[in-house]
């Protein structure tokens, strides 16, 4: 018991003994207790957040390494997407004010971010659950699941303002850009644009994770709007970054309207494309101005480098049609970000000697060879020649960088190059700016004088190119000299030209009339500064003796051949009198004559003629222009008096005065300026008298013992004078002439014929001995003959010595056939035709009629003698022509209805009634006399017309200013100007 109760003291005092407790079913509920513990952690570890940390508490610590945490703060990166063998990842940077953390989301996370729109852009502020990895230099960050990714703040904008230009202060921001792409860029990060405003260029990027999903196509010169915030890169250059690709807007530059020039100055801010010719290009601030016209307005549009070189300088030239688009500036000019050729032009190659300053801004294309290379900076400098003149070649480092290996290997002094851009003026020298490394063309070999090649004009074309290098061409007129300056003329323009030049004109060999090619500069549409002297066409000029010189040839150019009869020596001056006309050789020239004649000598001189004491002188101005006559082998030159004393064969040039028939001879009388001689001549060298009669300067080689001739050239042919048969009188004895008409009677005497030949103006005697050859000749035949005149019995009668010169029509019925024209080319001999006349032209020495008839129409030619006066009878009258097959002439002229010349004002003759005639009248207001002709410009107050009028057809008239005059002539063309050509001198009335 004792035992019992200490027990119970163990207890606290006072208290009552408890009830004794089964403790064995602890065990169940602490586990239970445990259990629940455990569970309730666990949701609380489930829901609670990983910690927020510092950048710089985690960034290297190797502690950190797979931890999860969270991260805060603003997004200062473009997000750059990776994409390796399909699988995306994106890396953004993130900044909390400590430092700098990069978060990576890998595939597939990186595909849905996309999807949902949900890629952080810079300026957003995020909160990012991640897991560290750190390494031993760099720390970053993976996002593992996105809604570990919260937008805390996201900078974006439905309507945001408009901006033309950004600064650093406007950093994160969110604004938009409109304006013209000038350059596209495929950087790492994106495409990166080149925006011009029309105030500013504006870098825009559009970030490579918009364009996984979406196709942007994007070129040089498309419009654009772009809204994004406002990014730094590097920390200071400022860009948009676009963020939402549907906001993003393009309009493709092709699409922009067009306006006319005009107008387009009036749409200031406006993108529009602009079409004209290419004026001119020059440089302005950092870009080029292109100026387009319409003819009537011009306009410019300022373009960047790479966007002008677009047009290629060879095939693109001035006056090619080009369009351009761009915005409108505050200053009405077009910011021009797209060129698009319309209709090229490709320039020519210029000498550079023809490039003056008045074509600065053309686009031209020069050739030469390299004679020196300058590098200034990394611009090149070429000094090129290509021996009508030195340039400079101005090439831009832009340009140079686009040189093929090929250009920069060939680029060498001495060698030769071709280069194509615009003319522009650098400190008074013209140079050549080439815009684009395609404009050089470096040809690894020395440039050929052959290649040059200047603008090939003509007399009526000198007033385009004034102050031009030209090749010009035309007919030599004559030359003459005036202070120290040798001047040819040239189809009316007066040309100076060196004396080395002039030592290409031989006058021996080139007379007037000599197709001329002079390389010049055009100083006014009638003179040019002649720099080089071609004979392109010699006309072969016409021996004359002494005594045709007279003062009415001055300045043309003349061969003479006659014997000295004196030399002097005039202070080194030559003085050579051939016959009676003094001959005058210029010191410069007299000191290289390599043979200086003698008294006596036969001698060929060729020069100029000028006045001198009022007489006429032959001026030599090249020494080859003085060498003795002769002919080689034996024969020698002689004149008419040397005959007599001459011993061996010998030649003359000499004028047919007339013929006769002396059994068993025919005796021709030839003249010179020293005298008259009758010389032997077999009928078989006597020329067809219808081609060349009496009056033809002839080519004769002569005995001298027995005074025949033993051979006969003619020099100029003067055909027989066709006259009417009643015309025909023994003052005629000796000369030849022609006729046409009807045979009337035939009579045979032994083997020779006697015809009666009559027109209707009376009849006359025609005599064929047997030696002039067969012919078929029966009465009622029309014919054409030609011979010379004799006496016989008392009465005049015309002897032909030759069957050639007798023209027989063919008719079953012994008259002349009448055909149609649509039978003319099957018709032979005579022919008649009745036409309507249509049209008349110029054809030396003769004239073309174009005629017409119910079958058809033909061109005729037709002597001047035989056209009626176009006062009475013109274009529109009905003619009865005799036409000779043969000869392809018209022989005989009969007005059957006559249609006198319509009046015309002076003003209204145009190309539209080429070839007719008319009548006008009107005061001469210029007027120029040539060696052969006259032109005149008439004015009725109606408009300017000029006159030509050759002076075969002038006859005795002169010509003044404010002379007043009635002219009746066919409408012609001579090198684009309209004129009115008379062809008789009743055609012409002087008031």
């Not at 650098?426 to 700016?433: A, D, F, G, K």
């Not at 002097?568 to 290289?592: C, H, M, Q, W, Y």
């Not at 001739?709 to 055909?719: D, F, G, N, R, S």
């Not at 047997?770 to 009622?780: D, H, I, L, N």
């Amino acid at each position: 018991m004792a035992g019992m109760e200490s027990e119970k003291r163990l207890y606290y005092h006072g208290l009552k003994e408890q009830k004794k407790l089964d403790v064995s079913r602890l065990k169940y509920l602490s586990l239970l207790i445990s259990i629940i513990g455990v569970a309730v952690l666990l949701v609380a570890a489930q829901t609670a957040q990983a910690p927020l940390i510092k950048v710089n508490d985690v960034y290297g610590s190797y502690l950190m390494n797979y931890a999860v945490v969270r991260i805060n703060g603003t997004v200062v990166s473009v997000p750059y997407v990776s994409d390796t063998g399909g699988r995306i990842s994106i890396t953004f940077t993130v900044d909390d004010g400590t430092g700098q953390i990069d978060v990576r989301v890998y595939s597939p996370l990186a595909e849905e971010m996309i999807a949902k729109n949900l890629v952080p852009f810079p300026g957003d502020n995020v909160t990012a659950e991640v897991q560290l990895r750190v390494r031993e230099t760099y720390t970053y960050a993976i996002l593992q699941y996105l809604d570990g990714l919260e937008f805390v703040s996201k900078v974006y904008s439905d309507s945001p303002e408009k901006v033309s230009s950004l600064t650093p202060e406007m950093a994160n921001l969110y604004v938009a850009v409109e304006g013209i792409v000038t350059q596209v860029s495929n950087v790492s990060s994106g495409l990166l644009l080149t925006v011009d405003t029309g105030e500013s260029e504006v870098a825009v990027l559009v970030p490579r994770v918009l364009l996984v999903e979406n196709n942007v196509t994007l070129k040089t010169g498309d419009t654009v709007y772009a809204p994004g915030i406002v990014y730094l890169y590097k920390g200071s250059s400022p860009e948009i970054v676009v963020r939402d690709i549907d906001k993003f807007h393009i309009t493709p530059i092709e699409e922009a309207p067009e306006v006319p020039l005009a107008e387009a100055s009036n749409y200031i801010g406006m993108v529009l494309s602009v079409k004209g010719e290419l004026a001119g290009i020059s440089y302005e601030s950092g870009r080029y101005v292109l100026t387009l016209t319409d003819g009537t307005n011009y306009f410019d549009a300022l373009l960047p480098r790479d966007v002008l070189a677009k047009l290629d300088p060879f095939e693109v030239g001035t006056e090619s049609v080009v369009k351009v688009a761009g915005r409108i500036g505050d200053d009405g000019r077009l910011v021009g970000a797209y060129v698009e050729v319309i209709e090229p032009n490709a320039p020519k190659v210029i000498p550079i000697g023809a490039l003056t300053e008045d074509m600065r801004g053309q686009i031209v294309i020069v050739r030469g060879n390299i004679e020196e290379i300058t590098t200034i900076g990394s611009n090149l400098k070429l000094y090129i020649d290509d021996g009508t003149g030195k340039l400079v070649v101005f090439i831009p480092s832009a340009s140079v960088a686009e040189f093929s290996n090929m250009t920069k290997d060939n680029l060498q002094t001495g060698l030769g190059v071709e280069v194509a851009g615009y003319l522009d003026q650098y400190r008074n020298e013209l140079e050549v700016v080439v815009y684009t490394g395609n404009g050089v063309h470096a040809l690894g070999r020395p440039l050929e004088e052959s290649e040059i090649e200047l603008p090939q004009v003509t007399a009526d074309e000198l007033d385009s190119y004034v102050g031009s290098l030209v090749d010009f061409t035309g007919s030599l007129e004559g030359i003459t000299y005036e202070n120290y300056t040798y001047y040819l003329k040239i189809d009316g323009v007066t040309v100076s030209i060196p004396k080395e030049a002039l030592m290409n004109l031989n006058p021996l060999e080139v007379g007037t009339g000599s197709e001329v090619k002079v390389m010049g500069l055009v100083v006014s549409a009638t003179e040019v500064r002649g720099k080089d002297l071609t004979i392109v066409k010699p006309v072969e000029p016409t021996p004359m003796s002494p005594s045709e010189i007279t003062l009415e040839m001055r300045g043309q150019l003349v061969l003479v051949i006659g014997k000295v009869t004196d030399v002097a020596n005039l202070s080194g001056n030559l003085k050579i009198v051939v016959g009676d006309l003094p001959v005058f050789v210029p010191r410069s020239t007299a000191n290289e004559l390599s043979y200086v004649p003698e008294v006596g000598d036969v001698v060929k001189v060729g020069g100029y003629v000028e006045e001198y004491r009022g007489e006429p002188e032959v001026v030599v101005f090249t020494p080859n222009a003085v060498v003795k006559a002769e002919l080689g082998g034996e024969a020698q030159f002689v004149t008419v008096s040397d005959l007599k004393t001459a011993q061996g064969l010998v030649w003359l040039v000499v004028k047919w005065d007339t013929l006769a028939y002396e059994k068993p001879n025919y005796i021709m009388s030839i003249r010179d300026e020293t005298g008259k001689a009758s010389l032997v001549v077999d009928r078989t060298l006597l020329p067809n008298p219808l081609e060349a009669g009496t009056g033809s300067e002839l080519k004769v080689t002569v005995d001298p013992t027995t005074m025949e001739i033993t051979t006969l050239e003619v020099v100029k042919a003067v055909p027989a004078e066709l006259i009417s048969t009643g015309s025909v009188s023994l003052s005629l004895s000796g000369k030849t002439v022609a006729v046409n008409g009807t045979v009337i009677s035939v009579v045979q005497l032994g083997t020779s014929l006697k015809l009666m030949v009559d027109d209707g103006s009376g009849e006359v005697a025609v005599f064929i001995p047997s030696t002039a050859g067969s012919v078929e000749v029966r009465k009622g035949n029309k014919v054409l003959i030609a011979g010379y005149v004799e006496e016989y019995n008392g009465e005049p009668e015309i002897v032909v010595y030759t069957a050639d010169a007798i023209r027989v029509a063919e008719s079953s019925q012994g008259e002349i056939q009448t055909v149609t024209l649509s039978e003319l080319e099957g018709a032979s001999g005579l022919v008649n035709l009745t036409v309507t006349w249509d049209a008349l032209a110029y054809k030396g020495p003769e004239y073309i009629m174009n005629v017409s008839d119910d079958t058809g129409s033909a061109s005729l030619l037709v002597s001047k003698d035989l056209l009626p006066n176009p006062f009475d009878a013109g274009t529109g009258s009905v003619l009865e022509l005799t036409y000779d097959t043969d000869s392809g002439m018209v022989v005989s002229l009969k007005v059957i209805r006559a249609e006198p010349s319509p009046e015309v004002k002076t003003g209204d003759v145009s190309a539209d009634i080429m070839g007719r005639t008319v009548i006008v009248s009107g005061t001469i207001v210029d007027l120029y006399e040539g060696s052969t002709f006259f032109k005149l410009t008439i004015d009725d107050g109606s408009g300017e017309l000029v006159i030509f009028i050759p002076k075969s057809a002038a006859g005795d008239k002169t010509f003044s200013k404010g002379q007043v005059v009635r002219i009746a002539g066919y409408v012609t063309e001579y090198k684009g100007t309209i004129e009115v050509v008379p062809y008789m001198s009743d055609a012409i009335i002087v008031e």
